[in-house]
């Protein structure tokens, strides 16, 4: 054997895998070399006891423990044999890592899009069994506006959307660029789209929320252990609930309405609540509920003049979660999209798992016009709204419908927006409208509605018309 190879791997086509031998543990890449893919059971390496969670980058631990972690690898040529048009491919396999449950694709160029096939596997934890090839969604085209000092940061890179994988503690990842497209007199091109440049593979340690923090169900111990952090995300909320609140809780049409009309301080600073058509609040699980770990994102908070209209997303993350696993997911999530996206928070304003529990996303709080990465191009004057899962084939659970409903009609009352009426938004630029054009949309649109993208899955886009019925009925219209 030559060289100190700890992560390349080999397969002769891209789905055709041969038996793996061990890698080396620990070691860089030093020369490429002849290692197979697939682990047989009686000779897979013992798995390392999980460490103590910390901030990761390359493999290497660096600075103090926080909740979670990122891992950051990046990808290597998986070396095969040549053939005439063959599209590059690229790859990771490490069975020396620490655990994590969310994984994605990030690369240099946030302009730049990966036109190919991104494919994982994973190891359980638990049990030391590999999952199957799952595909990873490279069509994520989320992002703070053009122009705007998130956009602009030098930070922000581009991304696979998140997958959720589960506790696992080996990975093995394949990339394959798309082949380019016929030439113009019609021949077969033998031309292929080259990857984007600087391509890593992200594990995500979502981290584990403290006994102190509890869960939303468990008694309230309002305002305990908050750092200045969390103190802060939680006081964007002050004029709903406690400082420390891990839900906010419903309620009813008349006391929500009473709520909206009542005198606002100067806490409230980024609501523009004018002549506002209420609707019932619906139960809220707070940043502080399901653990955002309140250190990761840039303090302060940004607003927009008010919210017209409502994105409906999907995470793309996949389905296979448990709602009492939501929270994870959202963590995992939110550190995607800080560590290793760039973004200043998370990007969406709301979650909604599949169970109809609603999650407050960017902090700012839950009622104010709080400013979004979600929709690249019209951010502004918005808000966004994710379901947890993915829903291109997969129908969205009717509880998750309801609860989009239930959010939708709520917030956008607080601004008297009608969910089954039309709105005017100002594009920031994307690829469907050019940066300045006054865009008519639905109150309630999609993603793909103002950024050419399958977001959010046909499934659920084509339950849009559900959403908007309920979410006026749960107004009064």
């Not at 979600?374 to 659970?397: C, E, Q, R, W, Y």
């Amino acid at each position: 054997m030559r060289g100190f190879l700890c992560f390349s791997s080999q397969f002769s086509r891209f789905s055709r895998i041969s038996p793996i031998g061990a890698p080396t543990v620990g070691l860089t890449c030093a020369a490429v070399l002849s290692l197979p893919l697939a682990v047989p059971a009686a000779a897979a390496p013992a798995r390392p006891a999980p460490p103590v969670a910390g901030s990761m980058t390359g493999g290497r631990t660096s600075g103090p423990a926080v909740p979670g972690s990122t891992q950051s690898l990046p990808l290597v040529p998986l070396t095969r044999e040549r053939v005439l048009g063959s599209a590059p491919e690229q790859g990771v396999h490490r069975q020396d890592v620490r655990h994590f449950s969310l994984v994605g694709v990030v690369w240099d160029n946030p302009g730049t899009e990966l036109h190919g096939q991104v494919q994982v596997r994973t190891r359980a934890a638990a049990t030391g069994t590999w999952s199957g090839w799952q595909d990873v969604d490279t069509h994520n085209a989320h992002g703070a506006d053009p122009d705007t000092a998130e956009s602009t940061s030098g930070r922000v890179h581009g991304a696979t959307a998140p997958l959720w994988v589960g506790d696992s503690d080996a990975v093995e990842l394949r990339v394959r660029a798309d082949a380019a497209p016929a030439t113009g007199d019609g021949r077969t091109s033998t031309a292929v789209s080259p990857l984007p440049s600087g391509l890593r593979l992200e594990l995500i340690d979502p981290g584990a929320v403290s006994p102190a923090q509890g869960s939303p169900g468990d008694p309230d111990r309002t305002g305990v252990g908050l750092d200045d952090a969390e103190a802060g995300a939680s006081a964007a909320n002050a004029d709903l609930v406690p400082l420390g609140a891990r839900e906010i809780p419903a309620l009813s049409k008349e006391d929500a309405e009473r709520e909206a009309l009542a005198p606002r301080g100067p806490e409230s600073a980024g609501t523009q609540l004018a002549k506002p058509h209420t609707a019932p609040r619906p139960r809220i699980v707070t940043r502080h509920g399901w653990g955002a770990d309140e250190k990761l994102r840039e303090r302060g908070f940004v607003y927009t003049k008010t919210v017209k209209a409502a994105f409906v997303h999907h995470t793309a993350s996949g389905n296979n979660y448990k709602c009492s696993q939501a929270p994870s997911v959202i963590r995992g999530i939110y550190r995607y999209h800080v560590k290793s996206m760039g973004w200043r928070d998370i990007g969406y304003n709301f979650l909604v798992d599949k169970c109809g529990n609603i999650y407050e996303g960017r902090a700012g709080g839950v009622t104010k016009a709080v400013r979004g990465a979600h929709t690249l191009g019209f951010n502004s004057d918005s808000m966004g709204v994710a379901v947890i899962g993915t829903f291109n084939s997969a129908k969205p659970p009717a509880a998750a419908v309801t609860g989009a409903a239930k959010l939708t009609a709520w917030k956008l009352g607080l601004f008297g927006a009608n969910p089954k009426g039309k709105t005017y938004l100002k594009s920031g630029g994307g690829n469907l409208y050019p940066k300045g054009k006054n865009v008519r949309l639905n109150v309630i649109s999609g993603h793909r509605d103002g950024y050419s993208t399958d977001c959010p899955g046909k499934q659920l886009y084509s339950k849009l018309g559900t959403v908007r019925a309920a979410a006026a009925r749960y107004q009064g219209r």
